[in-house]
């Protein structure tokens, strides 16, 4: 089965302006009639709208063998049990036939670059750290693991791009994060949240504030792109979508 992407480069272009400009009414809309009796998704992310890039992966789901599957976007059906705490609201999650195929989180940040960035960053290991252990002692019963995806747009400035000084008194901070930026931090996070398994995949992308013209928008790395986020997606909705014809 060929994957597809959804087009999701010219989708992304519209949800950058979309978050640039908080036109959000009409993807609502549009979201609200692709999830049957779940409704939209009525919050924020980090301030700004991100339901662009929520219709985007709706698309993908639906485009990759998963038609009947529940997308779930709405407060209090987006609930998974966790272990060092009773729950954890995510912003997607996708059921398919009983089973959890994929949990997903949306942020964002514009300017405030210092402390935002490690609240950021404590969340995200929390929340995989949080999830993993409840579903090792049977949280989701007995399943093929899902797709866990963490996906963070950062407004490309001057601010996040300069080097930035780090304060270690008493033992060196680590080699790649001496003078980085708070983009470049951002996009060594998304690795290595994939690489200690944390999450499926982790994309960063980067947008200048007048991006709401064009939607202009760009990643770090390929690896940490969103073009490799989506398609890693899409052949996970893909391999849910054979095994439950198998079954």
């Known amino acids: 089965m060929t994957l597809n992407l959804a087009d999701f480069d010219n989708r992304a272009h519209e949800a950058i302006k979309a978050f640039w400009t908080g036109r959000s009414k009409a993807i609502r809309k549009q979201l609200e009639k692709g999830i049957t009796g779940q409704g939209a998704r009525a919050g924020v992310v980090g301030g700004k709208n991100m339901d662009g890039f929520l219709l985007l992966i709706q698309e993908i789901v639906r485009a990759n063998g998963l ?7 709405k407060k209090g059906v987006v609930t998974l049990p966790g272990f060092f705490r009773p729950t954890k609201m995510w912003d997607l999650l996708v059921v398919n036939q009983g089973r959890l195929v994929a949990a997903l989180e949306l942020k964002s940040q514009v300017g405030s670059f210092g402390n935002n960035f490690n609240n950021r960053t404590e969340e995200a290991i929390g929340t995989a750290h ?3 252990t409840a579903c090792r002692e049977g949280a989701l019963g007995d ?3 899902p ?16 080097p930035v000084r780090d304060k270690s008194p008493h033992f060196p901070v680590f080699p790649e994060f001496q003078g980085a930026s708070y983009a470049k931090r951002y996009e060594i996070l998304c690795r290595r949240l994939v690489q200690e398994r944390l999450y499926t995949q982790a994309a960063l992308m980067m947008s200048p504030e007048t991006a709401g013209e064009d939607g202009e928008y760009s990643s770090l790395s390929e690896i940490t792109s969103l073009k490799n986020f989506v398609t890693s997606f899409a052949a996970h909705c893909a391999a849910e979508a054979a095994r439950a014809k198998i079954s």
């Open 67 to 73: 038609g009947h599957a529940q997308i779930l976007l």
């Open 130 to 132: 949080d999830f993993w």
């Open 143 to 145: 399943q093929a693991p």
């Open 147 to 162: 797709f866990i995806g963490w996906l963070m747009l950062v407004e490309q400035s001057d601010k996040s791009s300069k």
